[in-house]
């Protein structure tokens, strides 16, 4: 199966500050991506879908300007949590997905805020 | 609009014991269907995948389902579970529209396999 690579997989920040996470699609070219959130002892939440080279398509309720996602290329996705609080502590997943096939997942990356 | 619900939340099975994990769907038109796991620590894992054809799908480490379009339905079964299956288990759906569209999971169910 394809790799998706996720960095960092763990992030610790201050209440505050920006954390950018990566995700790369290591050998085929994504023009689609996708972000999740997973609360503890919990399911997947979709974030957004990020297209290459277009804006992202936000889930209801997801804040666009706190969860700033920058699709630059086909095989890179950033997601970036702007001024992190306590609250937006979570397991961040990126997946990525082919036409007519499943979808490859990152390892993840758990942010605390601090 | 798409959901995809699963109705056992933890289910605690001895070794040898037969599994079944129940998954609906709710899609307006044709569905793409999967069953993930996620061990402890680790990334979702793919265990199997129906997108058309034969409804009965056999997936990694011995586990099955069965896509039964009447009861809109998708349930993961392996008949003999073994202590390493203990993992949290996705079913996740995705409309059939030969774009990389996006999947729904249901809620998860946590499988714990004693001795």
């Given at each position: 199966?394809?790799?998706?690579?996720?960095?960092?997989?763990?992030?610790?920040?201050?209440?505050?500050?920006?954390?950018?996470?990566?995700?790369?699609?290591?050998?085929?070219?994504?023009?689609?991506?996708?972000?999740?959130?997973?609360?503890?002892?919990?399911?997947?939440?979709?974030?957004?879908?990020?297209?290459?080279?277009?804006?992202?398509?936000?889930?209801?309720?997801?804040?666009?300007?706190?969860?700033?996602?920058?699709?630059?290329?086909?095989?890179?996705s950033t997601l970036t949590v702007t001024s992190a609080h306590p609250e937006d502590s979570s397991f961040y997943i990126c997946s990525a997905r082919k036409p007519f096939t499943e979808a490859f997942f990152g390892q993840g990356t758990r942010l605390t805020v601090v | 609009a798409q959901s995809v619900s699963q109705h056992n939340h933890h289910v605690i099975l001895s070794e040898a014991a037969s599994l079944e994990l129940g998954c609906n769907y709710s899609y307006g038109g044709t569905v793409n269907l999967f069953w993930y796991v996620q061990y402890p620590g680790q990334h979702l894992q793919l265990l199997l995948k129906y997108f058309s054809g034969d409804p009965l799908v056999k997936g990694i480490k011995g586990f099955e389902a069965e896509f039964i379009k009447s009861k809109f339905s998708f349930n993961l079964r392996k008949p003999s579970v073994q202590w390493s299956d203990t993992a949290e288990y996705f079913c996740a759906g995705a409309p059939n529209t030969g774009t990389a569209s996006k999947l729904t999971f249901g809620t998860g169910t946590r499988l714990q396999v004693t001795l």
């Open positions: 199966g394809a790799v998706v690579s996720q960095h960092p997989s763990w992030v610790i920040c201050k209440s505050g500050t920006s954390v950018k996470i990566e995700c790369r699609s290591l050998d085929f070219q994504a023009t689609t991506m996708f972000w999740y959130r997973q609360f503890p002892k919990q399911s997947l939440m979709l974030m957004a879908t990020s297209n290459e080279g277009s804006k992202a398509t936000y889930e209801q309720g997801v804040e666009k300007d706190k969860f700033l996602i920058n699709h630059a290329s086909l095989t890179l | -």
